[in-house]
């Protein structure tokens, strides 16, 4: 079984080996502040209903949410972009474990707010052949009750590092959403959640199909 935990762990060390003090103490300081806000507990959580919402997905073509649901359980896996380095380590391991989330009887549904074009490229890029949902504007993640902007001080951060954040998500807005995976019944009810202001940490795949396991029971 994929330890996605282990990965994300040996990136962030990697991260910590090379980059300046000063630029960890300000991206820390961000994670801090964001957990602060509150934002884990005003997210919809378990026991909540999922909304329905329509949205393209890398290929263009409009998906309506329900219509996952009404063929049978769904993940929904929200990410910041391909750009993200543990987004595309989440991904990887989510791609591993796809069969057995469909041996469940489930579906894998990802939703990012980068473009269809952005989101194919991630497609691609971590070989998954699953819809991923483009949510211009984080419209439905906003919903969701994930959506921050992204500080002040971080931008020049992110811009050194190549990431344009607004270039990804084609608005000129820094809004993005905290990573959270759901899985939810075919009646839209949230039966698991994972919500993490630190997008340092996902969950584990292994808790995705135990989760699956106990809807099915």
Not at 93 to 115: D, F, W, Y
Not at 147 to 160: M, T
Not at 193 to 209: G, Q
């Amino acid at each position: 079984m994929v330890k996605l935990r282990q990965a994300l762990a040996a990136h962030k060390t990697e991260v910590k080996n090379k980059a300046p003090k000063d630029v960890l103490a300000v991206m820390e300081k961000a994670t801090i502040n964001l957990r602060a806000s509150g934002i884990e507990s005003k997210a919809l959580l378990t026991g909540d209903k999922i909304p329905n919402f329509t949205l393209p997905n890398q290929h263009g073509v409009a998906r309506r949410f329900n219509d996952y649901l009404a063929r049978g359980p769904v993940v929904l896996n929200i990410y910041r972009g391909g750009w993200c380095p543990y987004c595309n380590l989440e991904m990887r391991a989510l791609h591993q474990v796809l069969p057995e989330i469909k041996k469940r009887g489930a579906q894998l549904v990802a939703m990012s707010p980068e473009t269809p074009e952005k989101a194919e490229q991630t497609s691609k890029r971590n070989e998954i052949d699953i819809d991923i949902l483009s949510d211009s504007g984080n419209r439905v993640s906003a919903q969701l009750g994930l959506v921050f902007e992204l500080p002040e001080e971080l931008r020049p951060i992110y811009e050194k590092f190549g990431i344009d954040i607004p270039g990804y998500n084609g608005d000129r807005t820094f809004k993005l959403p905290v990573p959270a995976t759901y899985i939810i019944s075919r009646d839209g009810i949230i039966r698991h959640h994972f919500v993490n202001a630190d997008y340092t940490d996902r969950l584990e795949p292994a808790e995705i199909l135990a989760a699956l396991d106990a809807i099915r029971e």
